[in-house]
């Protein structure tokens, strides 16, 4: 057993399937078959069952699986801790951001962080909160952007806190009203957020504490895209305000939902206990200094 072949384990877990996870990794189907195989011959157990919807793990590829991304992400932290001591001259930073809301949070941080550190390389990965959670804990990445509540695993700083509001087409009757409540919204159809996106999780657990689950027409990553399926009649869209007002346009109507406890609490979150390197630490730092006078 060793870590090339854990690697290999938790991408075809990730990515559901071997050629995917080929994919990802830059090796053919065939090795990436070899080495599970492997893994499982020198662990005596199935991890693994394979079938035309694709695989899934078994019991005992559950427990591995779950110990493979605790010994990567040590490895990685590991690996920073050495990449330490050439201080801020030279290095990388692996940041996890949130596809819904980075460009307005995270842009400007960037630039300043270029200036200000020019040796050191940032590399982005985009996903949507959930799903860069579980690539913090496997050590892909140092600091990942998510939504409050986080994992007691994490520890994090805040962002921006943004209240959540609705957007309906103008003909929409509800489109006249002051505010909304989410019991308002029981019987209009909901445009949501892909797998993987936290927001989606808070909408949908909110909805039914009140009593219902809301009717999805569509899912869609991409802000705008979400409006404009509003404008075309789709259903309602729930966004954070910052997001949605610097995307009005005269088809969609904004309006305040009266929902304290779905507020979008932005945070920077990173493994709670593990290693921050000095890269990390400063970018921390210009994210707090942007953000308290931005």
């Known amino acids: 057993m060793d870590i090339r072949q854990l690697?290999?384990?938790v991408e075809v877990v990730r990515h559901g399937g071997f050629s995917a996870a080929a994919d990802a990794v830059f090796a053919t189907q065939p090795t990436i078959s070899k080495a599970i195989q492997q893994l499982e011959h020198d662990l005596g157990e199935v991890l693994l069952e394979r079938s035309r919807a694709g695989v899934r793990l078994t019991p005992a590829g559950q427990i591995v699986y779950r110990r493979a991304l605790s010994l990567l992400g040590e490895r990685e932290h590991m690996l920073r801790e050495l990449q330490e001591l050439r201080g801020l001259q030279r290095g990388q930073l692996h940041l996890g951001l949130a596809?819904?809301?980075?460009?307005?949070?995270?842009?400007?941080?960037?630039?300043?962080?270029?200036?200000?550190?020019?040796?050191?390389?940032?590399?982005?990965?985009?996903?949507?909160?959930?799903a860069l959670e579980e690539s913090l804990r496997a050590g892909e990445i140092e600091l990942a952007a998510s939504l409050l509540p986080v994992a007691d695993d994490l520890q994090w700083q805040a962002v921006r806190t943004e209240p959540l509001v609705a957007l309906l087409p103008t003909s929409h009757p509800l489109a006249q009203r002051a505010d909304l409540q989410l019991q308002d919204l029981a019987e209009v159809p909901f445009v949501l957020f892909e797998k993987g996106f936290m927001l989606n999780r808070h909408i949908i657990q909110a909805c039914q504490a009140r009593g219902f689950s809301p009717r999805e027409v569509t899912r869609s990553g991409q802000p705008d895209f979400i409006v404009a399926l509003v404008a075309a009649g789709m259903g309602v869209a729930l966004l954070p305000r910052m997001i949605a007002t610097a995307r009005q346009r005269t088809d969609v109507v904004i309006v305040p939902l009266h929902e304290p406890?779905?507020?979008?609490?932005?945070?920077?979150?990173?493994?709670?206990?593990?290693?921050?390197?000095a890269a990390a630490h400063a970018w921390l730092q210009l994210v707090a200094e942007h953000h308290a006078h931005g």
């Open 7 to 9: 690697r290999m384990l």
């Open 99 to 130: 596809s819904l809301g980075s460009d307005m949070l995270f842009a400007p941080v960037f630039a300043r962080f270029r200036q200000r550190y020019p040796q050191i390389e940032l590399h982005v990965l985009e996903r949507g909160s959930e």
């Open 261 to 277: 406890q779905l507020d979008w609490r932005m945070v920077l979150a990173w493994r709670r206990g593990g290693y921050l390197s």
